[in-house]
């Protein structure tokens, strides 16, 4: 159980599940020493703060993005317009909405939405924008550290709209010069759009190497 102190255990003691620490607080201080760490929250309404570290990490490795015949030509239609970290609020409110495939309720709780807004006040989490005729249709939201981007969660109204969004995400992480982009736990939508599992061994030694780099903090346009 972890304390007011802001330390963890170290993520290669998680458990099979990926289960790391329980409790705690989800201050930006935390949140970010969390994120450096290779530890991220996921919790329902009714639990404490649980903390994770899975193994296997999925993982987007930015220098093999290509996109796909039918995406480039929904690109290149112009049909969507993104926009960067313009409706963070509203953003992470609907990811926190968007009913998931196999899941009754959403780890995205009050508390995480009120936690993370204060970090894109700070210009640590940012979001990905997609409109259609002016009204917000999909996007998704992360943290940036050093040369990583941690992607927390995505939604859309519109078919391929977080598509859309995950595609300028991707452009501007490559404009940063990033490394990766770490989506967490395995998924097979995720592994579909072009992620891949590695060892939490892997991740941990790339999050080191990635986290020497300066953060681009702000908000970005």
């Known amino acids: ?20 620490a329980v409790g705690g607080d989800l201050s930006p201080q935390r949140l970010l020493l969390a994120y450096k760490s290779g530890i991220f929250p996921w919790y329902s309404e009714d639990d404490p703060i649980l903390w994770f570290s899975p193994d296997p990490r999925l993982i987007f490795e930015l220098k093999e993005y290509n996109p796909g015949r ?16 313009t409706n963070f609020d509203t953003v992470i409110k609907q990811c926190a909405k968007v009913p998931r495939q196999g899941q009754s309720g959403t780890w995205i709780t009050d508390e995480m939405i009120q936690s993370y807004i204060a970090l894109h006040n700070i210009g640590y989490a940012h979001s990905f924008e997609t409109y259609l005729n002016d009204e917000l249709v999909g996007g998704l939201y992360g943290i940036s550290l050093g040369g990583a981007f941690f992607g927390e969660s995505m939604f859309h109204h519109k078919k391929d709209a977080s598509k859309i969004a995950f595609h300028h995400l991707i452009l501007k992480c490559r404009e940063f010069n990033f490394d990766f982009i770490d989506s967490q736990v395995p998924t097979d939508h995720m592994k579909q759009m072009g992620c891949i599992e590695i060892s939490r061994t892997s991740f941990l030694k790339k999050l080191t190497n990635t986290l020497i780099k300066d953060t681009v903090k702000g908000h970005w346009t």
């Open 1 to 20: 159980m972890l304390g007011n102190e802001k330390v963890f255990p170290d993520p290669n003691e998680a458990e099979d599940t990926g289960l790391l």
């Open 70 to 85: 039918t995406l480039k030509k929904l690109i290149n239609s112009n049909k969507y317009i993104v926009k960067i970290d």
